[in-house]
């Protein structure tokens, strides 16, 4: 069995989020559905094509903002394993100064749970992020417990934001509550597939 460098279990973790933005991202964005008397018509499929085009970079553009946090927290929990030290928060709260100040404290609980799990998943045994996810949590409900949490703590933060956030509320309300579903279903779907 080979055995892993911190570095290229940092680069599976970051493979393993990614899949999952891209998964999320899938589920919140909405697809355009041309009607089908639009195929028959070349120009109007041009239109549609155009279209998804701009779905395609919108699903990328969505995976990409919803990984740079991660990618912060996965950074911060590497170099704390790397110089066996506490993770240091204050860098990440730097980053994060245009964040509200009434939400500050919420991302700080959100980063914290974060980076305490990548931490655990870098130094638990295993060939696969997966694996080592299933070994550091050892159980299905154990895993189930911290996915509720960090949930309910990223949740707790975006509502945060909801207020700060300029444009029609109801629209934005809209879009953060599918994004929370979509979340939710996609983190129960991880436990299962993990533990399955």
Same mark, same amino acid.
């Given at each position: ?8 279990k ?54 990409d ?33 245009? +964040?509200?100040?009434? @939400?500050?404290? !919420?991302? =700080?609980q959100?980063?914290? *749970? ?5 931490? #655990? ?29 960090f ?5 707790a ?10 444009g029609?509320?109801?629209? +934005?309300?809209?879009? @953060?509550?599918? !994004?929370? =579903?979509?979340?939710?279903? *996609?983190?129960?779907?991880?436990v299962? #597939?993990?533990?399955?």
């Amino acid at each position: 069995m080979t055995t892993l460098s911190l570095e290229e279990k940092k680069q599976q973790i970051l493979e393993y989020e990614q899949s999952l933005a891209h998964t999320l991202a899938r589920q919140v964005v909405d697809k355009p559905v041309p009607p089908i008397w639009m195929i028959l018509i070349p120009i109007f499929f041009v239109f549609h094509a155009s279209k998804i085009k701009e779905y395609s970079e919108g699903l990328k553009a969505f995976a990409d903002h919803y990984l740079i946090s991660r990618r912060r927290a996965l950074d911060t929990a590497y170099q704390s394993v790397l110089h066996d030290a506490e993770p240091e928060l204050e860098p990440l709260m730097k980053q994060a100064e245009a +964040i509200p100040e009434k @939400a500050r404290s !919420l991302y =700080q609980q959100w980063i914290t *749970l974060l980076i305490d799990h990548y931490r #655990n998943v870098l130094v638990a045994p295993g060939a696969t992020a997966q694996d080592r996810i299933r070994s550091h949590y050892r159980n299905k409900s154990n895993y189930l417990l911290f996915s509720n949490q960090f949930d309910t703590a990223e949740n707790a933060f975006n509502k945060a934001l909801l207020p700060e956030i300029d444009g029609d509320q109801q629209d +934005i309300l809209y879009i @953060a509550d599918k !994004l929370q =579903q979509s979340s939710v279903e *996609l983190h129960r779907k991880e436990v299962e #597939n993990i533990y399955s």
